[in-house]
């Protein structure tokens, strides 16, 4: 059997956004996915330790007082943490020998289990594993929404490159602020450390071609390199506009109305609507949408032109998965279409429709003009016994 993979998501934009659904950074391209990350595969994994144990009881502490604070948050279980393991644990040591943390407050590289350290994960929304994200001081507090500002690592997890990258980071680094750094430690007031801000998503946009037949839409996360915390992943959504078919023009959409005026009503049912997930219904929960779709196809007078539209009915519920928790949208194309003609009636239909008006007013004239002789006959009959 033959199987063709088709990419139907390259007309598909992806952003992450905060949690007042702003965009937060540029547009993400999958082909980032499409370059296998790099690691050691001769380092010893009992080499010694050097990257420095963050906690939630530290975190804040040692986090304010490095310039540069690169945390690498694992899990034990996840296959791609004990990849990186020895290369972040040799890299740790190579910084900390350059870079003495007793001496030079420049850089600090540490590392946090999640399996220990639960609340401090959930606090900066680990979602996935490993997950590398640089701090940065003075940056990582923000005044107006209260953030914990940090930049995510993407790149190769070889030692090489480790250093390269945090070297980089410290040469990165204002002029005057590559001096000394401990002599401000003790500056940092706790009224600088705020409370980190509801996780933030991503927001997508675009449109896909897929084939007139039954099958699922799913948004879930993915990556190469990465194990995910089903039970840290939240998939609740709002939904913009969601629609099937090509966008129909509001002039053409207005001649078709004047034909039939319930068209049109429902080929966006979901637009605007909310489905969050307030963690009632616990944890891995799937978000679920049946739609069934119908073809409406409107032939106009007018240049005889086609307008096709797709109607949609959509219902929604919730149910608890054994795996990563996704976004499904079921679809279901109806076999049956409807078709909306408009055709012109001929002239002599026009002269049928005006002699049979005319002969309805003559008939129902003669009935009354009965009614009424009829009427003044019996009165008078009437009058004339009288008489007598």
Known sequence: MHWEQLNITKTVRKFSIDSNLKPTGAEFHSEYLANVIKHDDKLDDESP?????????NFDKYAHQFLITVVNFYAPWCYWSQRLKPSWEKAAKIIKERYDPEMDGRILLGKVDCTQEGVLCRRHHIQGYPSIRIFRKGT????????????????DRDVDSLVKTMETLVASLPAESQKLALEDKSNVSDGAKRPAPSAGGCRIEGYVRVKKVPGNLIISARSDAHSFDASQMNMSHVINHL?????????????????????GNSHDRLNGQSFINTH?????VTIEHYLQVVKT???????????EE?????????????HIPVAKFQLELSPMQVLITENQKSFSHFITNICAIIGGIFTVAGIMDSILHNTLRMMKKVELGKNF
């Open 49 to 57: 330790e050097g990257a420095f144990v963050f906690t939630a009881n």
């Open 140 to 155: 990582d507090v923000r005044s107006d929404h209260g953030h914990h500002e940090h930049e995510s690592y993407y790149g």
């Open 243 to 263: 629609s099937f078919g090509r966008k129909v023009s509001p002039r053409v959409m207005s001649d078709v109305k004047r034909l039939i005026p319930y068209v």
């Open 280 to 284: 009632d219904l616990g944890a891995n």
């Open 297 to 307: 196809e409107v032939v106009t007078r007018k240049d005889y032109k086609l307008v």
């Open 310 to 322: 797709y109607e949609y009915t959509a219902h929604s519920s919730v149910a608890q998965s054994l």
